[in-house]
């Protein structure tokens, strides 16, 4: 399944932004049985899932993010939302999002830089 992530951007640190993720055709009629996460990959970093949510909205986040970011979905809008606040130039990334456990299949992500 590929997502494409999109609301990416140049912030200042301390900003804020909201990523969206609209799921593609191919799988809006299951789209409420998926658990979705945001993931983001560095340069020379390894991929991190940095924020999860199930289809009746249970949350999980990790350490470096949590209490900062927030994720959200739209089952009807078959949407999935990424707040980040308090943004830090540690979390310049690109971020994608994907199903949990992520398919093979990935998106474009969206950059995220986040200036000091």
């Known amino acids: 399944v590929q997502l494409q992530a999109s609301g990416g951007g140049l912030v200042q640190a301390g900003g804020s932004l909201r990523l969206s993720c609209r799921a593609p055709r191919t799988i809006t009629s299951v789209f409420n049985s998926y658990r979705m996460a945001w993931y983001r990959q560095a340069p020379g970093k390894e991929l991190e899932s940095v924020a999860s949510?199930?289809?009746?909205?249970?949350?999980n986040f990790s350490d470096s993010v949590k209490g900062r970011f927030t994720i959200s979905r739209d089952n009807a809008k078959k949407t999935v939302y990424l707040q980040m606040n308090s943004l830090q130039s540690e979390d310049t990334s690109v971020y994608y999002c994907n199903t949990d456990p992520p398919s093979n299949k990935w998106g474009q992500g969206t950059q995220v830089t986040v200036s000091s």
């Open positions: 949510i199930t289809f009746d909205g249970r949350t």
